[in-house]
């Protein structure tokens, strides 16, 4: 039988909900548009409503049961709210040998038979385990040795145990070590391991020197249709100001400061995103306007009249290039990168993407830019290499490499 396609597995997918469904949507659109058989293996999820859905149109996709505790999905602000929370914490703790907040952790005893039964039925010769959750590639390390003919690409979204997110900063002792011995597994039995953070490719190398030769940059990447032709500099009576995204905690002074200058008549500002609105955001201002998210194409179409474009940088992001960045570069609109300096800040300096501003110095460093003349002079075709069908590209060579 020729077992020429790919399984991609990933937690969450189109339609279900939620930004980690992503990265692999678009390379699972890109490699079907390429005639190469692509399957789907999904957490189940009733939620829909996904930003990418039409990419996936036409992909095979199955589920596996999941199970996490629903209460810890959400940030509770009733003392019922908090109890319930608190409660599932401790079981997730008492079942957990690592990280008891892995979304996986219920999982395995229906993940297993999923990919097991996909394995039996689809034409594939290669999986794709995309993480996090971490527990899947855990998970899956055991079926390696079993599908000897099948090449096993593990995809780190984020940092493992060397991450700041999902908890991981916070295990200790036993727990630290369970997952430390757990990534060791799976860096040592996946035929591949990619990421798309240049730092982490060369952490992994230095942890694991044996298995470097498998390690590979697999950037994020855009589409050009979702952002359209890059914008012409814009003259607006007053200058204009987007965002989208997560708020992110400890950023409220932006939002106030933005709302603030619009209620001065020195700027307008348009806010797309899911979290609730602050409290700011409940005092009508004329210029400063609090959006639901909206599919790529139509938020790209929305913004084309930006003067700047707001880019958040929390500090567990700080290393990390994660897509809109150069979805937001592909526009040809500058901006205004808030947050705390690393590798991200650094790039979008180095290549004239924008301006820089330290969370704390914000609120008297943007009136400083918005009434600057001066423009930062991005590099010509820098972004073009992050195009998601060369991006693409980059991924069947890792595969047909690999293969040999």
């Not at 590639?137 to 060397?162: M, N, Q, V």
């Not at 400063?288 to 940088?313: A, C, K, Q, T």
Request: with cysteine; net charge neutral.
């Amino acid at each position: 039988m020729n077992r020429s396609g790919i399984l991609i597995v990933s937690h969450t997918f189109p339609p279900a909900p939620g930004i980690g469904g992503r990265r692999w949507a678009k390379f699972a659109k890109y490699i079907h548009a390429r005639k190469i058989p692509v399957h789907v293996l999904s957490a189940f999820s009733e939620k829909q409503g996904s930003l990418w859905a039409s990419d996936v149109n036409g992909i095979s996709q199955q589920h596996w049961t999941h199970k996490f505790p629903m209460e810890l999905d959400l940030s509770p602000t009733s003392l019922y709210a908090k109890l319930k929370y608190r409660a599932a914490l401790l079981k997730n703790k008492r079942i957990a040998q690592g990280n008891p907040y892995d979304r996986s952790l219920y999982d395995r005893d229906s993940f297993l038979p999923a990919i097991e039964k996909e394995l039996g039925k689809a034409n594939v010769d290669t999986v794709v385990i995309s993480a996090p959750p971490f527990g899947l590639l855990h998970y899956a390390s055991a079926l390696i040795e079993k599908y000897p003919k099948l090449f096993w690409i593990a995809d780190l979204r984020d940092p493992w145990t060397s991450g700041v997110n999902y908890g991981y900063n916070l295990l200790k002792g036993k727990r630290a070590s369970y997952e430390l011995n757990a990534e060791r597994e799976a860096i040592r039995t996946f035929h591949a391991v990619t990421t798309p953070w240049p730092l982490l490719v060369e952490e992994l190398c230095e942890k694991y020197p044996d298995d470097a030769h498998k390690i590979h940059l697999l950037p994020h990447a855009f589409e050009r249709e979702d952002v359209g032709l890059q914008s012409a500099p814009m003259k607006n009576a007053l200058p204009q100001l987007a965002y989208g995204g997560n708020t992110y905690s400890g950023f409220e002074k932006v939002f106030a400061k933005l709302h603030q200058l619009a209620a001065l008549n020195r700027m307008v500002a348009h806010i797309y995103t899911e979290s609730p609105p602050l409290n700011i955001a409940n005092e009508s201002v004329d210029g400063f306007f609090w959006h639901s998210p909206v599919p790529p194409r139509e938020f790209y179409s929305n913004i084309r009249s930006s003067d700047f474009l707001i880019f958040l940088i929390p500090e567990a992001l700080r290393n990390g290039l994660p897509t809109k960045l150069y979805e937001y570069a592909a526009t040809g609109i500058p901006l205004i990168a808030v947050g705390f300096k690393g590798t991200l800040q650094a790039l979008i300096e180095r290549e004239g993407l924008g301006y820089f501003v330290d969370l704390h110095s914000f609120e008297g460093d943007v009136e400083s830019i918005l009434t600057s003349g001066n423009r930062p002079t991005p590099a010509e075709g820098w972004v073009d290499q992050y195009e998601i069908s060369r991006v693409t590209d980059a991924l069947l060579g890792i595969i047909e490499k690999g293969k040999l």
